[in-house]
């Protein structure tokens, strides 16, 4: 009996024009109704859940932030939070001035990239960020300038590659600098940025823990580097399709891809059958 249905967004659950099908929702309803939790488990904020998803009626809780975060949307409170320590997050901006990227903080649900004064999102991370996420940006002429002056810690960072940029050279700089953190990417172009002891993994741990759901009795979908602590905490692991060769051979199950509703046809084999 699987009781807990943890499920990555962007490649997995979404298609690729972000939307949802309504059998797939259906399918979602129906193992709600039996006492199962849809937990949305992204690297996005709790501000930042796609259309399709953040309207559906029965979403309670979501998996944020690679794990950064747990959300209550019914009780409008995070159930915990697991930030970047706030000199650690300076020290590491500082850093990323050397790198080819644009650094994007995440302090509180909110955004923080490269701008300029008057609030506007450089051209550059316009055209490749995802378009649904613009609405939570700030643009900043110093990003860290304009996160120093939040006084909290950082819930994560997302960098750019900039054009040119090798991005296995960028990821292993930051790990031979700050040990202590986690790099992962989730895109071609995006690198994500934890400290090494929060994940999707983890947060699915403790949230099992604080609802008294025994881990095992916990499904997992993922497609990308960031969803792999995710598929080895579950009771049952599950890549789609298009999912990187790394993240299926973490997988128990391979479904179709996130365009062939595969997470659907799973939930309705070992869930709904």
Known sequence: MYRV??????GTLLRDDKTISERTVRALEKAVRQDVIFLPSTGRTHRELPAAIKDLPFIEYALCCN???VYSYRENRYLFEDDIPYEMALE???FLKTLPVYPTVVVNGARIVQGDENDEICDYIRKVALK????NFTGAHDVKEAFAQKHRGAQKFLLYL?????KQQVQQ???????GL???????LFI????RNIDKGKALRNFCNLMNIPIAESMAFGDAENDISLLDAAGLAVAVANGTDEIKTHARVICPSNNEDGVRKVIEEYILK
């Open 5 to 10: 249905l943890a499920c990555d967004l962007d």
């Open 67 to 69: 794990g950064g975060t």
């Open 162 to 166: 900039a054009e040119g940029g090798n």
């Open 192 to 195: 994500e940025v934890n400290v």
């Open 173 to 179: 700089a930051l790990r031979q600098k700050f040990p």
């Open 92 to 94: 590491i901006l500082d």
């Open 182 to 188: 986690r790099v992962a990417s989730s895109a071609p």
């Open 132 to 135: 649904d996420l613009l609405f």
